[in-house]
Structure formats: C-alpha cells, structure tokens
C-alpha cells in the first residue's frame, strides 16, 4: 500500500504564489508517474501537472507557463509551484501516484484564490 501526504495549500491573493507539496511513503516502486489534478465542486477532476521518476513532466493547458511540477526522487517527493494564481484556479487539488496498474490518490488540499 502507498500512503500520499499533501500540504500546501491555502488562500493567496490574485497574481499570487503557493507551492504544494506530496510525499510518498510505503511500498514504494522505482517506476512510477506523480502528479495533480484538481477539483471543483460538482466537476470531474481535471489534470493539472504530472511527472515521472525519469523527470518527464506533462501540463495540463489551462497551467502551462504558470505551473511547474519537479520532483526529489530520493525523498520520494513532488512539488507544485503555482505562480500568478487565477480565481479559476480555486479548487481541491489532489496528489496522485501511479505505478503498474495501481493508482493512490493523497486526501486532497484546498487552493483559494481570492480577486
């Protein structure tokens, strides 16, 4: 079993930074995709950023040239810079982990934009 551990998030003005955070612990593989998605109320989640354990990282297009997704493999760690935050951005994003054919979800942190 993985466990994803998320921190991070909070209320930031318009134009605003905040950096999430998600650690994984447990049985662990070498191999694997981490990454974001957000949600908003009534809405499937949508893909925001993700990476691999090689550095290959994909954005979503509502994020590119805001976002950047990086990660520190030997602390089995993603992080989320958010820079110039929309009202749009507001949402839950949850952390993700991806390896074989199973797929852990972190318990989601709040991001708020205010304008």
């Known amino acids: 079993q993985v466990q994803l551990e998320e921190a991070g998030g909070g209320l930031v003005q318009t134009g605003g930074s905040l950096r999430l955070y998600c650690a994984a612990s447990?049985?662990?593989?070498?191999?694997?995709?981490m990454g974001w998605h957000r949600q908003y109320p009534g809405k499937q989640r949508e893909l925001v950023a993700t990476?691999?354990?090689?550095?290959?990282?994909y954005y979503g297009n509502a994020v590119k040239g805001r976002f950047t997704i990086s990660r520190n493999n030997a602390l089995n760690t993603v992080y989320l810079q958010m820079n110039d935050l929309q009202p749009e951005d507001t949402a839950v994003y949850y952390c993700?982990?991806?390896?074989?054919?199973?797929?852990?979800w972190g318990q989601g942190t709040q991001v708020t934009v205010s304008s």
């Open positions: 990476t691999t354990n090689y550095g290959i990282t």
């Open positions: 447990g049985s662990l593989v070498s191999i694997w995709t």
């Open positions: 993700s982990r991806r390896d074989g054919a199973n797929t852990y």
